[in-house]
């Protein structure tokens, strides 16, 4: 996260030399100068504090989505653990019905050995033969298949045991982050209030019209809109300002703005005026 610039603390009065126009009274324009420093220094102030709710927003912002990604990262090492214990479940009684059909194969088998000592007749006892032959392959068939289910088993019953696994360790872990989460948010809840109740104090020191006209930049400009004059641009939208626009910003009479951007500028003297080319 990116550090928040400190509030210009060369603003101070005692900094600055008034720089009156030439055309305006001396008394009246230095009053007026001082008062305008005032104003600029109580929306640095105010900014520096809205800049810190926006912030401490974001952060409580993410809270939400954070929590449900641990929740769905919990959930489906859990679901994995589920579909391991089923594939499991789904073998064993793949095994039990191959089981069932070898044992009905072999009652098959002693019923046609019965029929055999029965007959008299030579065909009918060459057709039995052929009929046991079938079924001593179908229950090798089966047999072979029963075999390639036990090495199934196997494989599923260890995945089931890491399913389990990893279905308790991400349930330990989430706990964990999500407790972790929540102190978090109470933290940031509490440390929001506070610079919420500052900066309401913060607000109501600046003069109605200037504030909402802040106010309505912030929000449309996201967080820096008080910003000074460097080097002949503006220190927000960084465009060349006028030399208008910079001469009455230094002589700090009213609110001045970028002529491009909308912000409110501000000079101090330890601000270039020099253009960069
Ligand atoms: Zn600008």
């Given at each position: 996260m990116s550090a928040l610039p400190p509030?210009?603390?060369?603003?101070?009065?005692?900094t600055f030399s008034p720089l009156p126009a030439?055309?305006?009274d001396l008394t009246g324009g230095a009053a007026k100068f001082r008062a305008m420093l005032e104003a600029i220094e109580k929306l640095l102030i105010l900014q520096d504090r809205d800049r810190h709710i926006m912030h401490v927003r974001a952060q409580l912002g993410q809270v939400e989505p954070e929590r449900a990604m641990l929740h769905s990262k919990a959930a489906s090492t859990q679901a994995g653990f589920e579909a391991a214990k089923l594939r499991g479940k789904q073998i064993e009684s793949e095994k039990k019905r191959l089981e069932l059909d070898v044992e009905a194969k072999k009652t098959q088998i002693e019923k046609y050995a019965n029929q055999q000592l029965q007959t008299r007749k030579n065909e009918e006892y060459k057709a039995l033969a052929h009929e046991i032959e079938t079924c001593k392959g179908d229950i090798a068939r089966i047999e072979d298949q029963e075999i390639e289910l036990m090495e199934q088993a196997e494989v599923a019953a260890k995945q089931v045991v890491a399913a389990q696994q990893a279905a308790n360790e991400a349930k330990k872990i989430v706990e964990s982050q999500i407790a972790e989460i929540a102190a978090r948010e109470q933290n940031l809840k509490k440390e929001l209030a506070q610079y919420e109740a500052d900066r309401d104090k913060l607000a109501a020191a600046v003069d109605e019209g200037t504030r909402s006209r802040y106010e309505r930049l912030f929000k449309n400009k996201g967080?820096?809109?008080?910003v000074g004059v460097q080097h002949g641009v503006c220190?927000?939208?960084h465009m060349k300002l006028q030399m208008q626009l910079i001469v009455s910003a230094q002589a700090q009479q009213e609110i001045v703005t970028c002529s491009n951007c909308g912000r409110i500028l501000y000079y101090t003297?330890?601000?270039?005026?020099a253009v960069k080319d």
């Amino acid at each position: 996260m990116s550090a928040l610039p400190p509030v210009a603390s060369s603003l101070q009065l005692e900094t600055f030399s008034p720089l009156p126009a030439p055309q305006i009274d001396l008394t009246g324009g230095a009053a007026k100068f001082r008062a305008m420093l005032e104003a600029i220094e109580k929306l640095l102030i105010l900014q520096d504090r809205d800049r810190h709710i926006m912030h401490v927003r974001a952060q409580l912002g993410q809270v939400e989505p954070e929590r449900a990604m641990l929740h769905s990262k919990a959930a489906s090492t859990q679901a994995g653990f589920e579909a391991a214990k089923l594939r499991g479940k789904q073998i064993e009684s793949e095994k039990k019905r191959l089981e069932l059909d070898v044992e009905a194969k072999k009652t098959q088998i002693e019923k046609y050995a019965n029929q055999q000592l029965q007959t008299r007749k030579n065909e009918e006892y060459k057709a039995l033969a052929h009929e046991i032959e079938t079924c001593k392959g179908d229950i090798a068939r089966i047999e072979d298949q029963e075999i390639e289910l036990m090495e199934q088993a196997e494989v599923a019953a260890k995945q089931v045991v890491a399913a389990q696994q990893a279905a308790n360790e991400a349930k330990k872990i989430v706990e964990s982050q999500i407790a972790e989460i929540a102190a978090r948010e109470q933290n940031l809840k509490k440390e929001l209030a506070q610079y919420e109740a500052d900066r309401d104090k913060l607000a109501a020191a600046v003069d109605e019209g200037t504030r909402s006209r802040y106010e309505r930049l912030f929000k449309n400009k996201g967080g820096m809109v008080i910003v000074g004059v460097q080097h002949g641009v503006c220190g927000g939208c960084h465009m060349k300002l006028q030399m208008q626009l910079i001469v009455s910003a230094q002589a700090q009479q009213e609110i001045v703005t970028c002529s491009n951007c909308g912000r409110i500028l501000y000079y101090t003297r330890d601000m270039d005026l020099a253009v960069k080319d």
